[in-house]
Structures are given as structure tokens and as C-alpha cells.
């Protein structure tokens, strides 16, 4: 989830980023939560009637940055793990369930 709102300065509607995620809005603000109690995202009051936005706190940045390169590790690790016949199936069976869960 941080991922989807750390590159916004000022922040992205709590709706928009749900819908990026395929989340419900209520879901995405229940699994916000922690990251807010955390320090890392923060709600924005926004100028558009009862609409919030949300965007990562300068910790939460850090703690991304920290965190990112062992995300990746563990993508390199996954990709070699398949072989490559299976690679393009996995990655297309994982698009087709996440576009199911969408619905």
C-alpha cells in the first residue's frame, strides 16, 4: 500500500489509491490504519467537500527505501525459483486472479 502513495507529495484520494489496489475503500482504510498509527502515512484534509487524501510521512519513505531492495531480492529469488517456461504463466495466472478479485 505505501507504494501505491509514496510518490505523491500531496498525496492521493482514498479512493483512488483503493481502486489502484482493487481494494473496497472501507478495506483499504481499515489496512491504512496501522501505517498511520506507525508514522507512516498521514491523511491530508483536502479542499474537494468530504474527500481525504493520504500520503507517506517522511518515515514511511525511509522505512520504503530501507525496505525496497529486500523486496526486490526476494523478486529476483522468486523468478529464478520458476523456470522460465513457467514464468510468463505464473505472472499470467497472478494478473487474471488479481483482475477476478476485482470484480
Do not use: C, Y
Not at 479512493?15 to 489502484?20: C, I, K, N, P
Not at 530501507?66 to 517456461?85: G, I
Amino acid at each position: 500500500m505505501l507504494v501505491a502513495i509514496i510518490r505523491s507529495d500531496e498525496g492521493r484520494s482514498l479512493s483512488e489509491v483503493a481502486e489502484q489496489l482493487g481494494m473496497d475503500r472501507t478495506t483499504f482504510s481499515r489496512n491504512m490504519a496501522p501505517l498511520i498509527k506507525l508514522g507512516f502515512v498521514e491523511h491530508m484534509d483536502t479542499l474537494k467537500g468530504r474527500s481525504r487524501n493520504v500520503r507517506a510521512t517522511e518515515a514511511g519513505r525511509q522505512t520504503f527505501a530501507a525496505a525496497a531492495p529486500a523486496w526486490q531480492k526476494a523478486q529476483r529469488s522468486l523468478r529464478r525459483q520458476l523456470e522460465q517456461s513457467d514464468q510468463a504463466g505464473f505472472l499470467e495466472a497472478l494478473a487474471s486472479t488479481a483482475n477476478n478479485i476485482k470484480l
